[in-house]
């Protein structure tokens, strides 16, 4: 165990590498097919690389790193490109994705992203969200937002019909930053009906939520 985290320690002279080719991998909800990556074990790192397989309606590629350094947090890097993804299976099958971005509960269609996160692991590789910074972007196809709660009680305090209906958001490309517990996202473009909006903030890994709409009523 390490002696900060109590979590693996990867030995400092194991040099083990490992290339895999499976033609389905089933790991909880997920399901994946034409699974091929490698797969490095040593010098106190884990590391995954060259990872595509398909899945969730289109085409994962990813790779990802876990390293144990002596007297250090144990910590992790990880990248993905998703494409054409549907929004209901990731919602269901990826517990980061429900972390980041909760709004895919309440939106139909499918998406590509691609994202860059790093940060420290706690007990049981936990997450220290605290620590956690990452890039990326957020490129809906075809994307319909229903009955998003907020959204709701904003059509209705503002009177605004088209906002407690189905909100259609086509296709859009959006940039976000994940900082301090925050995923911060740009101003961006939305049309509900006949009203024009200008959304941007940031909402946290807890549920905090912080935008702010320009719009003409």
């Known amino acids: ?22 033609e389905q991998l089933i790991f909880g909800n997920l399901s994946l097919k034409e699974v091929k990556g490698l797969l490095r074990l040593g010098n106190n790192l884990v590391s995954l690389e060259d990872f595509t397989a398909r899945g969730l309606g289109g085409q994962i590629q990813l790779s990802g790193s876990y390293s144990s350094p002596k007297s250090k947090p144990a910590a992790f890097a990880f ?36 994202l860059f996160l790093s940060g420290n692991l706690g007990k049981g590789l936990v997450p220290d969200t605290r620590s956690m910074e ?51 996202v740009p101003d961006f ?8 909006m200008v959304v941007g903030g940031r909402h946290g890994i807890d549920q905090r939520l912080d935008y702010t709409i320009q719009t003409a009523i």
């Open 79 to 114: 990248y993905y490109d998703l494409q054409k993804i549907d929004f209901q299976e990731s919602f269901k099958s990826l517990n980061t994705f429900r972390v980041l971005f909760p709004i895919g509960k309440y939106v139909a269609g499918s998406y590509s992203s691609n």
């Open 1 to 22: 165990p390490s002696e900060i985290t109590d979590n693996p320690n990867i030995p400092a002279n194991l040099n083990i590498l490992i290339e895999a080719g499976l």
């Open 189 to 196: 473009h939305l049309q509900a009906g006949q009203t024009d």
């Open 134 to 184: 990452g890039k990326g972007y957020l490129e809906t196809h075809n994307a319909i937002v229903t009955d998003l709660p907020i959204l709701n009680e904003l059509g209705k305090q503002l009177n605004i019909r088209a906002l407690q209906q189905s909100v259609n958001i086509g296709s859009s490309k959006n940039w976000f930053e994940l900082r301090e517990g925050f995923v911060e």
